[in-house]
């Protein structure tokens, strides 16, 4: 006997359906013992044409042949083999559908991860675009704005000279008409002198002010004045470290001069395979030199706060890394604080008291390594300590 039984599967639950193929003559009696044919297979049905938000169809079907143990060969009639043959070939397009299903889900799946990579690819590259937008914008009003300054600081510069001039002029002439009030004492009026040598006091006391704020505003000029010309030093071959050491020495004894009773130890570690760089030599020594006063100025303040028994250091170092040249110059002051760690190489930011710096030294420093294709940066540990690192291409430019 030959039967057909077919069952549909999805994700909600349908009715049961089955159907039976026309039976061959049946036998007189049912055999005891009887062989099995059976030959299975299942295919999803209509996978394009599915619910949205269901799952693929699946068919299964299951064909079985029953086989008379006493009389086989009557079994498979031309129209059952006829049959067979359908259904296998049915099978074997089912299964190569469901292969190439396969395939093409492979497929999709890689080419999505394709899309999705180049997708924030191009969202990098866009963010990336903006931020030197943003960048070019700023280079441009810098540039405006230091022409700007530049020029109002040479028309600056020549009053401010006058000031100073006449300033520390009054200030010795007060002195000599002090000293000719004494020689004179004798001869005048003894309340009249009183009130004459404190007025003179008076005058002379203003006019060395107006002298020790002049001076002040000239050094401001002179590194604005400064600042705008940045990076336009002559290139030739430098040794660095001889560089280094010479204006180490010249911050140290320049900074010695204003504070006779300061002492620091100076470390120093020279990689003696750095060689020479092609740079502007004298910018370069300047950006050492604002370095180390820098350094100097923390290890001083620090000893300060923390007394006599603190040793105020500093330590410069290079060291060769191939194609570039690595300096560092750290202190052992009290490091910056993380609220201004973002503003330090600012213009006129400066963390030094009123009177004591103009905030463009490490400005200045900053844009004359970046024009030579250089990096400054800086690692701080608050309360402990700063180290500012210079890294130097061999050629710059």
Known sequence: MLSFTGRRRATTPG???SAKWPSASPS?????????VEIRFGAFVNPWRRPVGTSYPYLERSYTTLLECGAPSGAFTPDRCKALSLLTAQAALSL???RLHDQLKSRVKARNQEL???NEE???TLRRLKDTQKQLITQEKLASLGALTSGIAHEIKNPLNFINNFAELSVSLAGDLRQEIESQKARLDPDSVAVVAEL???????AAKINQHGRRADDIVRAILEHARSGEGELRDVDVNALLAEYTSLAY???RSQDTAFNLSIETSCDPTVGLLRLPAPETGRVFLNLINNACYAARAQRQRKGPRFSPTIRVAT???GERVEIRVRDNGAGIPASVQEKIFNPFFTTKPPGEGTGLGLSISHEIIQSNGGKLVFDTVEGLSTELIITLPRRAG
């Open 15 to 17: 009715p049961l359906r």
């Open 28 to 36: 007189a009696s049912t055999p005891s013992a009887c062989a099995r």
């Open 96 to 98: 190569e559908n469901a």
């Open 116 to 118: 999705s990579a180049s």
């Open 122 to 124: 191009l969202s990098l």
């Open 200 to 206: 003179v006091a008076d005058l002379q006391q203003n």
């Open 253 to 255: 004894h320049g900074f």
């Open 319 to 321: 060291k060769n890394l």
